[in-house]
C-alpha cells in the first residue's frame, strides 16, 4: 500500500501539471472556434488517462463504443468518480455538460468553459433555473450537440443507493433524440473525497441506446435500470480483480466508502 499511496501522489501532482500545461497551450484557441478548444479538452483527457496508466497501473477498457450514434444524442453515465467529467468527452464530436456556474469563474479554466458554451447553472436559484437550463440544454442538444449528463447530479460512491433525478428526463422529452446510458467502475480506482489512485482495470461500458419518444417516467425506469444493473456487474468483477491483487478490496473503495 506504501508503493500505491507514492504512485498515487505523483499521479495527483502530474495530473494537475499536466493540467496547467494544456490550459496555457490552449490560450490561442480563445480566439478560434470551438472545436479547437474541444481538441485541447480531448488531448488533456488522454493524456491524464495515459499518466494514470502508466504510474499508477489502471487500465481503461472501453466497451460498447459502436453503439453511440451519429448526430444528437443524450449521453447518461453513472458518475461515481472525477475521472468520467473529463474522460468521457474524448468520444463525441460537440459535447455539452451541466456545470455549477461557479466552475465559469476560475481564470483561464472558466473562459475555456463560457468559450466552449458549457451551461452553467446556479443550484441555489430554484425551479425556475433549473427549468431554463433544462430548455436551453433541451435546444443545444436539437443544434447537434452530444449532452453528457449525470443523471444522479452528482458523485455517489460505490454502492450508494442510485437517486436518478427528473432533469433528465425533461431534458430527454424535450430535445427528441436517443439516449445512451453508461456504465462504469471507476469509483474503485479513483474514489471521492481521496487523493488514492488504484490499479486494475477501469471499465466503461456503453449500453443499448435508448430510443427517442419515451414518456418521461417510462425513461427514467429504463435508464437507472440500465445503468444499475450494468454497473452493478463491473464493479463485482473489478473487486474480484482487487482482491487478487491486493488478497482484500481496500477499505476506500469498499461498500462503506
Same mark, same amino acid.
Given at each position: ?123 441555489? %436559484? ?7 437550463? +433544462?430548455?436551453?440544454?433541451?435546444? *443545444? #442538444?436539437? !443544434? =447537434?450537440? /452530444? ?73 427514467? %425506469? ?7 444493473? +450494468?454497473?452493478?456487474?463491473?464493479? *463485482? #468483477?473489478? !473487486? =474480484?480483480? /482487487? ?15
Amino acid at each position: 500500500m506504501v508503493s500505491i499511496f507514492l504512485r498515487s501522489l505523483v499521479y495527483n501532482v502530474l495530473f494537475y501539471l499536466v493540467l496547467a500545461f494544456w490550459v496555457i497551450l490552449g490560450i490561442p484557441t480563445y480566439l478560434m472556434p470551438r472545436w479547437a478548444i474541444m481538441n485541447i479538452a480531448r488531448n488533456w483527457a488522454r493524456s491524464s488517462i495515459w499518466l494514470m496508466r502508466v504510474i499508477c497501473n489502471t487500465k481503461v477498457e472501453y466497451r460498447g463504443l459502436e453503439k453511440i450514434p451519429k448526430g444528437p444524442l443524450i449521453v447518461a453515465s453513472k458518475h461515481q468518480s472525477m475521472w468520467e467529467t473529463f474522460a468521457l468527452l474524448q468520444f463525441f464530436d460537440q459535447p455539452l455538460f451541466i456545470l455549477k456556474r461557479e466552475l465559469k469563474w476560475i481564470p483561464l479554466f472558466g473562459w475555456y468553459l463560457i468559450k466552449s458554451d458549457m451551461i452553467g447553472v446556479d443550484r441555489s %436559484a430554484g425551479g425556475r433555473a433549473l427549468l431554463n437550463m +433544462a430548455r436551453r440544454a433541451g435546444e *443545444e #442538444v436539437r !443544434r =447537434g450537440r /452530444q449532452l453528457i449528463i449525470f443523471p444522479e447530479g452528482t458523485r455517489t460512491p460505490v454502492d450508494a443507493p442510485p437517486h436518478y433525478k427528473t432533469g433528465v428526463a425533461q431534458i430527454y422529452v424535450d430535445s427528441g433524440v436517443p439516449c445512451v446510458p453508461v456504465a462504469l467502475n471507476s469509483g474503485l480506482f479513483w474514489p471521492r473525497r481521496t487523493f488514492m489512485r488504484y490499479p486494475g482495470t477501469l471499465v466503461v461500458e456503453f449500453l443499448d441506446p435508448l430510443p427517442s419518444g419515451l414518456s418521461r417516467r417510462e425513461f427514467i %425506469a429504463r435508464v437507472s435500470t440500465v445503468i444499475e444493473d +450494468a454497473t452493478n456487474r463491473l464493479v *463485482e #468483477v473489478a !473487486r =474480484g480483480e /482487487q482482491a487478487q491483487l491486493f488478497g482484500r478490496v481496500p477499505d476506500r473503495v469498499s461498500a462503506k466508502a
